[in-house]
DNA sequence: ACCTTTACGAAAGGCCCTTTCGTAAGTAGG
DNA sequence: CCTACTTACGAAAGGGCCTTTCGTAAAGGT
């Protein structure tokens, strides 16, 4: 029992990523040496710690062993699987992305062939970043739309065919590990916490823009679902403004399943970003329309920062710079409003931060 | 550290209420009767665990030492800080409520006149009850308004002169012990999980209707305040309708400070529930103005369980049936929404919750 | 009065940790 | 090239906490 609570806090240093000594990593665990010793004996028994070739001249003395992490152990798939492109993200246990793949799919595909491509995808990113299917130890999958905990995609409108289809069952026929499936927000959020602009805040909203405008919540540094995992459907209140932002931007009605820059929101976008006057006006309306939805979602959570990403956030800061002037004079907190830097692998790098949770969870549970 | 986790198991298993014996409570904890009695040893010497008389006659052979919580080794004090009045509960350390005691404060009044009425109905209500104040593990109030982390009122409408002052530490004064502070709808939502309409939910949303209508959250069981302690302030988006919702019911816009059926609200709400025809339309446009913050918020947080409760509630279930009514079609899970079943104790009750939840975490951190 | 049942109390043994000491493996200087 | 110094490894001794085991005490039933 104290066995496992120390294998796991020196675990746990370990994995910081260093190549720290044998003293050095007694002394930062509070371990006396040789229990040490010990601990490290038995991780490395069990594949997750390994000995490093001692560094010499570099001080007096006899030089001390070195052990590290052995983060090529075991491997998360991180996909992003949404109405235009699949995107893949194979990362070691150390979070370091060692392969990615990206993949267009056609708006117009049904489930099935959807996710055949997707299938294929995987095989093609795995094989050329040469992980063995059998390395993986956890996949997660970022899709639009809400998503049961048992990883059924229980609303979406973005996907043609996609609501009511259990992914995360589908998915987890190719694969022996476990498969979570959640929210493409939600995972935005996390990954935007994890190695994005809201690095370590501990309550986070992510905002995606595009067709249908989601949010999603990161809150006491943990991923919120909900009950039913559809926390962050604000769009769902018309007087919010979520719903059919491409459409408010263009004054086009945008047909379910087009591209969001189908019906000319990219060409208002870059226009706005050119000074072009009416371009700036429609910009400011959707800004208009937005800010309420997402005042109410930062209103009733007090977010530390709120991250917008998505689609319509790709052709510059304008429109971020019109919610931050909008939404700002309608929140009590000053709550900060930042673009978000990871761009379109937000979704696919958060779906790899949650199959790297899940398997910390397995790594460090005691019980 | 081995011995810590052992006290800390065992004393948990104790506090569930009963009068295990030895040998009971080895097996529950999962350690042997030795150890275990060595444990209950340290923990007597601490003055939380005391040995109850053994029940002859229970059964054969030798009768079995028994032994129980000291629930009344220390006491928390719950304070609900109002316009109108102050509610106080002092609980054993199992939540017991041992005495309570409220007084009706001026609406007019001064924070110093005001803090000074409290500090005699603490006074008072802690010789009623007989408990020193030296007794008291931990003390909380809940009030009106967003509370920042170190006790200052941030924000508040109803409450003259509140806002700017620290309550914690103006509170502190009166006790040793800690001291803290919370919003009056995030207490009242602690309060419904705890021992109310709620109980063990993980995910729940309290909505206080009253003047100003209050929104709080309870997120993966625990208190969920947001970076700055506003959360749940939805009710500062004009559109979502949370905002005087004393005058949507009767017409007559409310002073800031009135009492919240001062201008008839509670006359309307009484006659609505006798099927007063005018009287119920004036709650069901009242309701439809609720519903767009109560579902905003519901939309946010997809909680299980939606708990109504505050002053517009106490005359009948008419409000809430019309919300009910109007809210479930505006959300996208099938969340309960239930009336408050503490009623106008949910915020005092939550208080000691919060009390008793800060001593709990001092009793079983390990460090 | 005696047996069965149940639980207490003390002693023996093992695991894991820490402390301590001798030894190995480097660098710096004469 | 050899010696002195520095730093870290390796093994042994010692202590805390837990478990197992055995004898004893205190009830009820026959």
Redesign the interface.
Known sequence: ??RR?NSAATLRALRGGGEPTLSELAKQVGLSRPTTEGVLGELAGRGLVTEVAPRSGAGLGRPARRYRFRAEAGYALGLDIDAHWVQLFVADLNGEVVGSYRADLDVGWAPPERLAAVRAAVKTCLAATGVERSELWAVAAGTPG?VTADGEVA?CTVVPGWQGLNLGRELGRSFTCPVYVENDANLAAMAERWRGVAEDA??VICVLAGLHTG?G?V??G?L??????????????P??GLRDTTAALTGVPTAAGRAPDGGGAAAVLAAAQHDDPEAVALVERLAARMS?GI???A??????MIVVGGALTRAGDRLIDELRRQVRP??????RIEASTLGDEAVGIGAVRLALDRIDENLFKLD
């Open positions: 029992m104290l609570l809400v609303f501990d309550d949010v919540a809150i006491g943990r919120h679902r909900g009950r039913w995992g559809a926390a962050g459907e604000v769009g769902m209140l007087e919010l309420r005042a109410a979602m209103l009733a959570i007090d977010p530390e309608l929140c009590l907190s000053p709550t």
